[in-house]
């Protein structure tokens, strides 16, 4: 008789823990949750009472090919929800076999294509200048925060999540580095350049005039509150209004802006990869096309 430890729920929470332990990032361990239950869900429809030994390469080809797993409400699954969900699968089904819940792994034959990659969009240096302008350009607290957050994630490249996560003593001006959490809690080192360390001493100094809140956090909201990522990004997409830039850039285009600049500057793709913490440099590559695809167009301008 089977045991509970083997029924594919049960598995998928062990496995989550498993993730968790790993420092794997909370929004990779909650996606692959979610995919994997519903996986889960259009298996067992097939055949109720499934356990992990009785999944076969069959009954997943099955599952992943259903309408169930293909469509959403809104339409058919993008090729990347499809792609991580059959990352999912087999990185569950492999720790599965490690573990001994089963006896071969029956995602063996799960097959994923590559994803084209999109262009990232990022900020030129025009519209770099434009923004930083229109952002010093402004008096008052508040400005002044928000023109910090802007030069830390253009002059750092870190995340909208780990600028959220900053604090005041996250930040060391003497030995000209910030600490950031970074993806799986993995805590990173960058350094803070010369106008940026001299904003960030008159921020902090202006901040501890301002708020007698007890919060540790490096940028404050109105009431003395950690300022979330929705807040940031509405502080960023503001600015961005009154900068007169149209595109539709993101947080993250910051770091895009950072790391294009920085390649397109350095020609260094190992620099690029350090400075953003990439473990793989492939991840980093995407930046060298986008620098090749600048220099094309300045020669058709000659």
């Known amino acids: 008789m089977p045991n509970s430890s083997d029924r594919l729920e049960t598995a998928i929470e062990r496995f989550c823990a498993h993730l968790s332990a790993e420092n794997k990032a909370a929004g990779t361990v909650t996606a692959y949750r979610r995919d994997l239950r519903l996986v889960a869900c259009v298996a067992e429809s097939f055949q109720p009472g499934l356990c992990c030994q009785d999944v ?3 009954l ?3 599952a992943l090919s259903s309408p169930e797993l293909l469509t959403t409400d809104s339409g058919a699954r993008s090729p990347a929800s499809v792609h991580r969900l ?3 699968v087999r990185s569950f089904f492999t720790w599965t076999t490690d573990a001994g819940l089963t006896t071969e792994n029956p995602a063996r034959s799960v097959r994923m294509k590559r994803l084209a990659q999109k262009p990232p969009v990022f900020l030129t240096a025009s519209e770099k200048k434009a923004l930083l302008k229109e952002v010093k350009g402004r008096t008052g607290f508040a400005g002044m ?3 910090v957050m802007i030069e830390v994630l253009l002059g750092t490249g870190i995340r909208i999540g780990e600028l959220e996560a900053l604090d005041t003593d996250d930040i060391d001006l003497d030995a000209k580095h910030l600490r950031v959490r970074a993806k799986g809690n993995v805590v990173q080192v960058k350094f803070i350049k010369t ?6 001493k008159r921020y902090l100094k202006e901040r501890s005039r301002q708020s007698t809140a007890p919060c540790n956090a490096l940028f404050l909201s109105n009431r003395g509150t950690r300022l979330c990522q929705r807040q940031i990004a509405n502080r960023i997409a503001l600015w961005l209004n009154k900068a007169g830039i149209e595109k539709n850039l993101t947080p993250h ?3 895009h802006t950072f790391a294009t600049h920085l390649y397109g500057a350095t020609s260094d793709l190992l620099v690029v990869q350090r400075a953003l913490g990439h473990r793989d440099i492939s991840t980093t590559q995407i930046y060298t096309h986008l620098v090749d695809g600048q220099l094309e167009d300045a020669l058709e301008r000659l």
């Open 56 to 58: 076969t390469p069959g």
């Open 60 to 62: 997943l080809d099955r």
């Open 86 to 88: 059959k990352a999912a």
């Open 145 to 147: 925060r928000d023109r």
């Open 195 to 200: 106008d940026l360390r001299i904003l960030l």
């Open 253 to 255: 285009g910051l770091r």
